[in-house]
C-alpha cells in the first residue's frame, strides 16, 4: 500500500516483469554458485589431505590445524627468508589450505640454518608463533623409524657416495664446510663404515654437539669465559635421536637409529635417508610434548 | 531528494540505483546548460567532437594505470627473484621496506576467522587504510590487483565477441556484491576458515606471480572465460568483496572523479567503457544535482572516462587542492 500523498510508481510492464524475475533468478544462481566454490574448500581440510608438515612455530594442536589456517594470510613472507627454500604454499587443492605454508621434508627439510627461525620472525600474523626462540623450541612433528628393516645401520651397512643421489637438488648446512652457506647435498659424498646419516646430519644433534665444544673451548680459556651464560634453549636440553647398538644374533655389527624426546619433526633425517624410500620419517600427527617426553 | 556524499556512495557501494533529483533540485544554472543542449547536437557535431578529441595519446590513464599496475606487481616479484628485499610478501600481506602492509580485506578475513587481534595486522592495516584514504579507494582495484588487469583484457574479447553478436551480456543485480561481503565475512566467522582467500582472484594471481603458477590458475581461467562469454566484468562488479572493503575507504577519500555538466554532450561513451556505469549516470541529461559534481566512491578512479570524454566534462580531482591537469 502506497501513501497516498507520494507519486505512485510507474506500472511495471510484462516484459519488464520478466526481465526481473530473471535477473533474479540469474542473480541467485550466481551467489549460490561462487558461495559453494568457496565452501569446497571444506573438502581437503576434512578429508584430511590439507595436513601437512608446517614450518616452525605453526599454531596447530597435532592434526587439527583449523586456528593456523586462520591465523595465516596468505602472503608467503615465510616463503621468501627461508634460506634453504624448504616452504612451499599450498594449492587450490589444499582447499582452505591454499597459499598456507608447508614443507616437503623428503624434497628439502627445514635445517634450521637460519639459526634464528626467520620465518617465524616474518610472519606477520603470528600464525607461526612468535613464542618459540630456538629450533629446539619448535614442535613440527615427530620423526618414526619407518622401514627398519630397509635402513642401513640396522642391516650393519655402511655408505659411502652421495646421500640422495648426483640428481638430488635438496641443500643442507654443513658445518665444517661453512656454517653460513648451505650447500647441496649432491656436492657433500660421505663414506661411512656405519651408516649413521640421520643422526649425523640431525640439526638438534649437530647444536648440542657444537655446545659442547663451545663449553669445552671455555673451561681451557679459565673461569671468566663461563660466565657467558646461555639463554633458553639454544643449546637443546634432550637429545633427538641416536645411534644405539642392537643384537641381532648373528656376530655382524648392527645399529638402530633411536628417535629421542628432543626431536623437533625438521625432517632432515627424512631428507637425508639414503634408502628409497625414506626408512625414517617424520609423522605430522606427534611431537614431542605428545609423545609424552 | 540529494543525499551527501557519503550516503550516495554507500548506496551504490551496496548496489542501489543513484538517486535522480526532481527539477525543483536543481540549480537554475544546471537547468539552463540541459534546455540549451536540446536537439542542438547533430550526428556531424558528434563526429566533430570525437575526431577533435582524437590525441595521439587519448589513452594516456590506461597506458599510466597499465604501466602502475605492472610495475606494482613486478615490484613484488623482483624482490624476491632477485632478494630486494624492497616489497617482501604478496599482495595479501607484504613488508615494504620493512614496513608492514596488509591487505584491508584479507586482514580482515584472518581477524574475523581467527578471532585475535593481530599488531602486526593493525599496523599493516593501518598503513594500508591510510595509503587508500589518500590515493582514493578502489583505486586498489583498478591500479594494483592483478585479476583487473587481465579481466580489462578479457572485457575487450567479449564486446568484440558482442558486437560481433556471438555472445550476450548478462547482467545480475548490483546488490549481490554487498550480500557477498557480508556472507564472506559471516562463513569467516562461523567456519573459522578464511574461507574467501580461497578463491580470491586477487590472491592467488598475486602469488602464482610471485610464488610460480599452480593449480589455482584454473578458477582464475574459469572466472575468465565466464566473463568473457556470459556477463562483461562479472567479478568485479557483482561479486568482489575487496572491492567493498576498498570502496568504503574510498569515502573519504579526496581523489575522486569529478564531473562538470557544461560541456557535456550526454551521449555516454563514458558509460560504455566504464567498470561500474552506475556512477556515471549523473552524466545522464538531467540526472545531475549541480553543474559540478563528485563521481561516488564506487568508482575505481581508473580514468577510462577522463580519457574517453571528447569534452573533458570527466576530470581527475583532489578535494581540496583544486584542479590538477
Known amino acids: 500500500m502506497s501513501a497516498p500523498s507520494k507519486p505512485r510508481k510507474h506500472p511495471v510492464s510484462p516484459k519488464r516483469r520478466e526481465q526481473n524475475r530473471r535477473e533474479f533468478l540469474r542473480t541467485s544462481a550466481f551467489a549460490l554458485g561462487i558461495a559453494s566454490v568457496s565452501l569446497l574448500g571444506f573438502v581437503p581440510v576434512v578429508e584430511g589431505r590439507s595436513a601437512r608438515l608446517r614450518p616452525p612455530g605453526a599454531i596447530k594442536k597435532r592434526l587439527d590445524e583449523h586456528e593456523f589456517l ?151 680459556q679459565g673461569p671468566q669465559a663461563l660466565v657467558a651464560k646461555r639463554i ?49 620419517v617424520v609423522d605430522i600427527d606427534k611431537d614431542a610434548d605428545s609423545i609424552g617426553g | 531528494m540529494r543525499r551527501s556524499y557519503i550516503v550516495e556512495s554507500l548506496r551504490q557501494l551496496f548496489g542501489w540505483k543513484p538517486t535522480r533529483p526532481t527539477k525543483d533540485e536543481q540549480p537554475e544554472r544546471l537547468k539552463q546548460i540541459y534546455q540549451s543542449k536540446r536537439g542542438k547536437l547533430s550526428k556531424a557535431d558528434l563526429e566533430a567532437a570525437h575526431i577533435e578529441h582524437k590525441r595521439p595519446f587519448g589513452n594516456k590513464w590506461q597506458i599510466r594505470r597499465w604501466a602502475t599496475l605492472i610495475f606494482i606487481n613486478l615490484l613484488f616479484v623482483i624482490s624476491y627473484h632477485f632478494d630486494v628485499q624492497l616489497v617482501e610478501g604478496a599482495l595479501t600481506a607484504s613488508r615494504v621496506v620493512g614496513f608492514h602492509m596488509a591487505d584491508l580485506n584479507s586482514a580482515l578475513q584472518v581477524t574475523l576467522a581467527y578471532k585475535h587481534v593481530v599488531l602486526n595486522l593493525v599496523i599493516g592495516t593501518t598503513t594500508v587504510f591510510v595509503l587508500w584514504l589518500l590515493l582514493g579507494g578502489r583505486t586498489f582495484c583498478s591500479w594494483v590487483c592483478p585479476y583487473h588487469l587481465v579481466a580489462e583484457w578479457a572485457e575487450y574479447l567479449h564486446l568484440w565477441l558482442v558486437k560481433k553478436k556471438i555472445v550476450k551480456n548478462h547482467v545480475f543485480n548490483r546488490k549481490v556484491r554487498g550480500i557477498f561481503w557480508l556472507i564472506f565475512g559471516l562463513l569467516a566467522f562461523a567456519t573459522g576458515y578464511t574461507v574467501f582467500e580461497t578463491i580470491s582472484p586477487t590472491g592467488i594471481l598475486s602469488r602464482a606471480l610471485i610464488y610460480g603458477p599452480g593449480l589455482a590458475l584454473i578458477w582464475i581461467g574459469f572466472l575468465l572465460l565466464f566473463e568473457i562469454f556470459y556477463s562483461r566484468r562479472a567479478w568485479c562488479r557483482y561479486a568482489c568483496p575487496i572491492g567493498v572493503t576498498y570502496g568504503v575507504v574510498g569515502l573519504l577519500s579526496p581523489v575522486r572523479v569529478k564531473y562538470n555538466a557544461e560541456a557535456c554532450h550526454h551521449e555516454g561513451d563514458c558509460r560504455k567503457v566504464c567498470l561500474v556505469p552506475h556512477v556515471l549516470d549523473v552524466t545522464i541529461r538531467g540526472a545531475a544535482f549541480d553543474v559540478e559534481q563528485d563521481i561516488v566512491a564506487d568508482c575505481t578512479r581508473c580514468g577510462m572516462c577522463v580519457d574517453v570524454c571528447p569534452t573533458s566534462s570527466l576530470t581527475y580531482e583532489i578535494k581540496g587542492l583544486g584542479k590538477f591537469l
Open chain 1, 70 to 220: 586462520a591465523a595465516c594470510i596468505k602472503c608467503g613472507q615465510c616463503v621468501q627468508v627461508c634460506p634453504v627454500e624448504a616452504i612451499k604454499l599450498g594449492d587450490i587443492d589444499d582447499g582452505f589450505g591454499v597459499g598456507v605454508p608447508f614443507i616437503e621434508p623428503r624434497e628439502q627439510a627445514c635445517d634450521f640454518s637460519c639459526d634464528g627461525l626467520q620465518c617465524v620472525l616474518a610472519c606477520p600474523t603470528g600464525a607461526l608463533t612468535h613464542h618459540l626462540d630456538f629450533p629446539a623450541d619448535a614442535r613440527m612433528g615427530f620423526a618414526r623409524l619407518a622401514r627398519p628393516k630397509a635402513c642401513l645401520a640396522v642391516q650393519g651397512k655402511g655408505f659411502k657416495g652421495v646421500a640422495r643421489g648426483p640428481g638430488f637438488k635438496g641443500i643442507l648446512r654443513y658445518s665444517e664446510v661453512d656454517r653460513w652457506n648451505p650447500i647441496p647435498v649432491a656436492e657433500h659424498p660421505y663414506d661411512l663404515e656405519i651408516c649413521d646419516l640421520c643422526v649425523r646430519q640431525c640439526p638438534i644433534e649437530q647444536r648440542i654437539i657444537q655446545c659442547a665444544e663451545e663449553d669445552e673451548k671455555r673451561k681451557k
Open chain 1, 232 to 280: 633458553g634453549h639454544e643449546c637443546p636440553p634432550k637429545h633427538a635421536i641416536t645411534l644405539e647398538p642392537i643384537d641381532s644374533g648373528d656376530g655382524k655389527r648392527r645399529m638402530m637409529p633411536v628417535v629421542q624426546d628432543g626431536c623437533v619433526g625438521c625432517g632432515v633425517c627424512e631428507m637425508i635417508c639414503p634408502v628409497e624410500s625414506a626408512a625414517i
